[in-house]
C-alpha cells in the first residue's frame, strides 16, 4: 500500500505543495492513482524527500541534487564522481564565505567611519555609498 501526498509530506517533514514542486522539478517520480483516485506515493519517496531537503540545508542546488540521485541510481557511477561533486560545493561555499568576509570588512570600516550623530544627509556611510564603484 502506498501513501497518500499528505502522508508523505507529513513524513518528510515538508508541506505538501513542496512535495508537488519536486514532483514538477522531476525529483520525485509521479506515482500512480488508486482504486480511489487517489496518488499513491511509493514508501521511499518519503526517504527520496529527505534527502532533497538535506542535500540543500548543505547549499546543494535542485540541479545538483538531482545529479546526486542520479549517481546514486547508476550502477556504473563511481564514489569519486560524487565525492567531485561535494568537493565542488566545499570550493562554492568558501568562496561564498571569503565574498561574506569581505563584505563585512566593507560595512564594519563603513560603521566606523560614522559617529551616530548628526543630521543623516552628512553620514560619512552614505556619502560613501553615493560614491562607491562596484
Known sequence: ??????????????GVETVRFYER????????????GYRQ??????????FVRRAQRLGFTLREVKELL???ADPDADRTDVRLRAQAKIDDVRKKINDLNRMLA?????????HGTGPAANCPIL???NGAED
Open 1 to 14: 500500500m502506498g501513501l497518500t501526498i499528505g502522508q508523505v509530506a507529513k513524513a518528510a517533514g515538508i
Open 25 to 36: 522539478q522531476g525529483v520525485l517520480a509521479p506515482p500512480p492513482r488508486a482504486g480511489s
Open 41 to 50: 506515493f511509493p514508501t521511499d519517496a518519503v526517504e527520496r524527500l529527505r
Open 70 to 72: 542520479a549517481l546514486g
Open 106 to 114: 566593507q560595512l564594519v570600516r563603513l560603521r566606523d567611519t560614522c
Open 127 to 129: 556619502t560613501a555609498l
